[in-house]
């Protein structure tokens, strides 16, 4: 498992760019790169995120697959601020200006893969809001991760998702699940196929096929919106 420092290090190694450089182009604070090179930072604030990789020319889903490809969980080097919520929170979330306003906020990855989901517990990044968004409530957005549901989504995908729009059969959804009491919550981005008193069904694109959610397992299933519904059209 690397570090990451070892990330860090070798990513200003590529870039021929020194700490205090990565530090000003990212907007962060004196010492932040350094103190993560020297491994006297071992983790990172989740607003914090999206500046980081800025100061490496990443974009927020490649730092973030890279973190993973590393073999760190989101979770050992991202801490939840103390006023955010977690995604499955989402549902009884009042419409504050967070949600509502000129910015959504993008939860961390859903994985278009039938292994290795990814939690998506913490915000790592705000985007505008679309055109068709303006006035909807508690909309997310979400990178996606893996190639299941390719050529539809691709790895490093921006989409945007919905709590509040019903899912019917054929909508792409974002399944979250909960294996047993204390385990992480995963996400996973699939087609809804049906649903049954049992289960909810999904389907993959890359390899085609099925996979079903026992419904004890399941925590929300939210939509994610069309670009005709993102810009209203």
């Known amino acids: 498992m690397s570090t990451l420092a070892e990330i860090v290090s070798k990513r200003l190694a590529e870039l021929k760019r020194g700490p205090a450089q990565a530090e ?9 790169v350094s103190d993560i090179v020297r491994g006297k930072k071992g983790d990172v604030r989740s607003k914090n995120i999206a500046p980081l990789a800025k100061a490496l020319d990443w974009t927020t889903a490649e730092l973030l697959l890279t973190m993973k490809n590393a073999g760190l969980q989101f979770g050992e080097v991202a801490v939840l601020d103390s006023d955010e919520r977690p995604i499955s929170e989402l549902q009884s979330i009042p419409s504050t200006s967070m949600y509502y306003g000129d910015d959504v906020p993008v939860y961390g990855i859903a994985a278009a893969s039938a292994i290795n989901s990814f939690k998506i517990d913490e915000q790592v990044d705000a985007v505008k809001r679309p055109p068709g968004m303006m006035k909807a409530k508690n909309v997310y957005a ?20 919905s709590p509040d729009r019903p899912p019917r059969p054929g ?18 981005l699939k087609e809804l196929d049906h649903t049954n008193s049992e289960a909810v069904v999904v389907r993959q694109l890359n390899p085609e096929g099925r996979i079903e959610f026992k419904r004890s397992t399941i925590v929300a299933v939210h939509r994610v919106l069309t670009l005709r519904e993102l810009f209203g059209v």
Do not use: C
């Open 24 to 32: 000003s182009i990212g907007k962060l604070s004196k010492n932040y």
């Open 142 to 161: 979400l990178y996606v991760h893996g190639d299941s549901m390719s050529p539809r989504y691709r790895s490093g995908d921006l989409i945007f998702v």
């Open 171 to 188: 909508d792409d959804v974002i399944v979250q699940t909960k294996t047993h009491s204390g385990a992480p919550i995963e996400s996973w």
